[in-house]
C-alpha cells in the first residue's frame, strides 16, 4: 500500500522547470541551456525526433530550431535524463512550444514512441497535408530508422537536401 502511494505521488507530481538562456544548438531536437547558476544542460526535446546530421533536411532542422531559440530565454518542463544524460523536456518560449512549432514547420517526426499527445500528432499531420519542410521530400526517411542504416544505405539515401 504504501509503496503504490509512492509511486503515485511520483506520477502525479508536476515536471520539473529549467529555466536559462540557449547558447547552443546542437541538432533539430538538442539544445544547450545555460541557467541562473551558470551551469550548462544538455536537452533533448520530448516528443519529437528531428534527422541526423547528414540526413535530408539536417541542416535546416538545425537552423530552424536555432531560429526559434538561440539566444533566447526559454523554460523547460523536465522529464528525467535519457541514457545519454541529456536531460529531456518539452521546450517554451513565451510560452510557445518549440517542439510543436518544429513539427508544424516540417522539420522534425513525431517520435511515436515516446509520445502519444494529440497536439504533437496534429502538428505533425497539419505539415504532412501541406507537404511543408521534410515532408516535400519523397525519399524522406525517419530519423529512427536512419539510425539503423549503414553506412553504405545511408550514402545511397543522401540527396542534396541534405545540404539545405
Excluded: C
Excluded at 536537452?43 to 541542416?59: L, M, W, Y
Excluded at 508544424?104 to 513525431?110: K, N
Amino acid at each position: 500500500m504504501l509503496r503504490s502511494l509512492a509511486l503515485l505521488a511520483v506520477l502525479a507530481s508536476p515536471a520539473l522547470a529549467l529555466e536559462g538562456k540557449v547558447v547552443g544548438v546542437i541538432d533539430g531536437d538538442t539544445i544547450d541551456v545555460l541557467d541562473s547558476s551558470k551551469k550548462q544542460h544538455r536537452v533533448r526535446f520530448d516528443g519529437i525526433d528531428a534527422p541526423e546530421r547528414g540526413q535530408p533536411f539536417s541542416n535546416r532542422a538545425k537552423s530552424t530550431l536555432s531560429d526559434l531559440v538561440f539566444g533566447k530565454n526559454v523554460r523547460v518542463d523536465t522529464e528525467g535524463p535519457d541514457k545519454y544524460d541529456r536531460t529531456i523536456g518539452r521546450v517554451y518560449v513565451d510560452g510557445k512550444d518549440v517542439g510543436l512549432a518544429m513539427l508544424e514547420a516540417g522539420m522534425a517526426w513525431h517520435y511515436t514512441k515516446y509520445d502519444q499527445s494529440k497536439k504533437y500528432a496534429d502538428g505533425e499531420k497539419s505539415a504532412k497535408d501541406a507537404g511543408r519542410g521534410l515532408w516535400s521530400d519523397p525519399r524522406r526517411v525517419p530519423p529512427w530508422d536512419w539510425r539503423k542504416m549503414d553506412k553504405a544505405e545511408r550514402d545511397k539515401r543522401r540527396s542534396p537536401q541534405s545540404v539545405r
